[in-house]
């Protein structure tokens, strides 16, 4: 299994970027994919996901300005990310497992990708 983030970079508070996220070698059509992102000095935190049947969760401290989606035939997950503040500076990570449940909690995935970096100036 591979994940391979793409799309980062630096914009200031307002501005938006789209992340992109190409996974290869899942063998199941149905399977949990998450954004998580991490901070300098501070632990992985979940952004949002979408599970195997379309549903998807967002932290709160996204909601309402990041959009995750899931191109099934081309195996990309996207998170659209609009309204960018300063405090959203980390490395976003790309996560995957395998199933249909799955939640914010980084533990629950089994494969990363290697981040791609975000930064937001004010």
């Known amino acids: 299994v591979q994940l391979v983030e793409s799309g980062g970079g630096s914009v200031q508070a307002g501005g938006s970027l789209r992340l992109s996220c190409a996974a290869s070698?899942?063998?199941?059509?149905?399977?949990?994919m998450g954004w998580f992102r991490q901070a300098p000095g501070k632990g992985r935190e979940g952004v949002a996901r979408?599970?195997?049947?379309?549903?998807?969760t967002y932290a709160d401290s996204v909601r309402g300005r990041f959009t995750i989606s899931k191109d099934t035939a081309k195996n990309t997950l996207y998170l659209q990310m609009n309204s960018l503040k300063p405090e959203d500076t980390a490395m976003y990570y790309c996560?995957?497992?395998?199933?249909?449940?799955?939640?914010?909690?980084?533990?629950?995935?089994?494969?990363w990708g290697q981040g791609t970096q975000v930064t937001v100036s004010s």
């Open positions: 070698g899942y063998t199941s059509s149905r399977y949990c």
């Open positions: 979408i599970n195997g049947i379309g549903w998807e």
């Open positions: 996560a995957a497992r395998e199933g249909i449940r799955c939640g914010l909690d980084s533990h629950e995935y089994d494969d």
